[in-house]
C-alpha cells in the first residue's frame, strides 16, 4: 500500500509560483503519480501525471508549458512546480497514485494524499 501527504500550497498572485510536494510511503515504482485539482462546484479535474519508473510526464492543456512535474527517487517525493499562476488555478490541489495503463482517470488511482489549497489572487 502506498501512503501520500501533500505540502506546498498556499496564497500568491498572479504570475506567481508555488511547488506542491507529495511524499510517499510504500513501494512507488510501478506506479503512475497523478495530479488533479477541485475547485468549488466543479468536477475533479486531472492536469499531470508521472510514470515512476520512467519519469515519463503528460499534462493537460490548462497547464502544460506552466506546471512541471518530477520525482525524486531517493526521497520517494514527487513534485509539481506550477509557474504563471493564473486565478483560474485557485482549487484544492491532489496527488494520487494508480494503474499507469488508466494515467488519465481518476477512477484509475488507488491511493489519494489529503489535498492542499492553491489560492491565486488577481
Known amino acids: 500500500q502506498v501512503q501520500l501527504v501533500e505540502s506546498g500550497g498556499g496564497l500568491v498572485q498572479a504570475g506567481g509560483s508555488l511547488r506542491l510536494s507529495c511524499a510517499a510511503s510504500g513501494r512507488t515504482f510501478s506506479y503512475a503519480m497523478g495530479w488533479f485539482r477541485q475547485a468549488p462546484g466543479k468536477e475533479r479535474e486531472f492536469i499531470a501525471a508521472?510514470?515512476?519508473?520512467?519519469?515519463?510526464?503528460y499534462y493537460a492543456d490548462s497547464v502544460k508549458g506552466r506546471f512541471t512535474s518530477s520525482r525524486d527517487n531517493a526521497k520517494n517525493t514527487v513534485y509539481l512546480q506550477m509557474n504563471s499562476l493564473k486565478p483560474e488555478d485557485t482549487a484544492v490541489y491532489y496527488c494520487?497514485?494508480?494503474?499507469?495503463?488508466?494515467?488519465?482517470?481518476?477512477?484509475?488511482?488507488?491511493?489519494w494524499g489529503q489535498g492542499t489549497q492553491v489560492t491565486v489572487s488577481s
Open positions: 494520487a497514485a494508480g494503474d499507469p495503463g488508466r494515467m488519465w482517470s481518476r477512477d484509475g488511482y488507488d491511493y
Open positions: 508521472l510514470r515512476w519508473n520512467a519519469g515519463n510526464t
